[in-house]
């Protein structure tokens, strides 16, 4: 399945820049999804969108701000990130909201 | 937040074996999806679920979902060196709720 992609795939930043993450598809799914893996832990919703609309805030800190133009990309932009934050940002979408197709994600390093 | 109890952790085994892992929560869920993923990638949409007692196979992978509607299994037949991977399991409990993902289990072939 290669309908969602994601760039960059790998980013290191410091803690005072700015950087942003996007996510791509081309399947016609109306609803996208920001994820959080990190190592021992069970993936983190961060944010949902269905139709454009933000519908679901995992109680995610305000660093993080996702951006959803239209139904075929997602961004996810990053400013004064922690050290904690580095992580395997996953991109998700789905046409129904019950399966969920993921990018390749990306590998975020915090300096 | 729920929960989902996957097991096992990690398996090593040796190829040509068959392999079983299950998911277990304490809700009821009405739908169940397996997702493995290689390193460095997403998640990939191996099986889905829908039904109570449902079995559904995809190619020498078979899983079930559970009669209780709170746990799912999945079998792999005659494994092979590309079988190596992680193993998620994830659970629906409604149309509005967020999916639910298991911590993983980590399976290892010897060739």
């Known amino acids: 399945e290669t309908g969602v992609t994601q760039t960059p795939r790998h980013l290191v930043m410091g803690m005072t820049n700015k950087k942003s993450l996007k996510c791509e598809q081309h399947l016609g799914h109306n609803a996208m999804y920001w994820y959080k893996q990190s190592a021992k832990k069970p993936l983190e919703l961060m944010f949902v969108?269905?139709?454009?609309?933000?519908?679901e805030n995992n109680s995610v800190p305000s660093r993080f701000s996702p951006e959803c133009p239209n139904s075929s990309h997602l961004f996810l932009h990053l400013h004064t990130l922690q050290p904690e934050d580095s992580a395997l940002y996953l991109c998700?979408?789905?046409?129904?909201?019950?399966?969920?197709?993921f990018g390749p994600g990306t590998r975020l390093t915090v300096l | 937040g729920q929960q989902l109890n996957q097991s096992p952790q990690s398996m090593f085994i040796q190829e040509g074996e068959d392999v079983s892992m299950n998911c277990t929560s304490s809700s009821i869920f009405n739908t169940w999806l397996w997702y493995k993923q290689d390193p460095g990638e997403g998640p990939v949409l191996l099986i889905a679920l829908y039904k109570a007692g449902e079995l559904t196979s995809n190619g020498r992978l078979t899983a079930q979902f559970g009669i209780t509607r709170k746990d799912s299994f999945l079998n792999i037949s005659a494994s092979i060196p590309s079988d190596v991977g992680i193993y998620f399991c994830a659970g629906l409990e409604s149309g509005n709720t967020p999916l639910v993902f298991g911590k993983g289990t980590r399976l290892s072939v010897i060739a």
């Open positions: 998700a979408s789905s046409p129904t909201g019950k399966e969920q197709f």
């Open positions: 969108y269905n139709f454009k609309e933000q519908t």
